[in-house]
């Protein structure tokens, strides 16, 4: 299995994630306050794999540490690349960050 996290900047940190993780960031985050406004999943292979998604929907995404900004366009498409950081497809993440 995968090692994996979900670290929100307010300091929660939870091991070995789901979908449901996700989506309770998701909703989480919406209700902080601007200040602590921001979350991250990594996935860990070979290399520590992240996203992280602050309020105001901007991502920063680190693959084989290179670092990439990316603005969403809404929450669903937050949670749809974090599913896919899930399930390792980091070749269709980037493809979408395009």
């Not at 994996?4 to 940190?13: A, D, E, L, R």
């Not at 939870?14 to 979350?39: P, T, V, Y």
């Not at 998604?53 to 498409?77: G, M």
């Amino acid at each position: 299995m995968t090692e994996n996290y979900i670290q929100y900047v307010s300091g929660y940190q939870k091991d070995n994630i789901d979908e449901r993780d996700i989506l309770k960031a998701i909703s989480d985050i919406q209700l902080m306050d601007d200040e602590h406004g921001a979350f991250w999943i990594s996935v860990i292979t070979n290399d520590e794999n992240v996203i992280e998604v602050n309020k105001d929907l901007s991502l920063s995404f680190i693959f084989e540490e290179q670092e990439t900004k990316y603005q969403a366009i809404d929450w669903k498409e937050v949670e749809e690349l974090y599913k896919l950081l899930l399930l390792e497809r980091f070749d269709e993440i980037t493809s979408r960050l395009k």
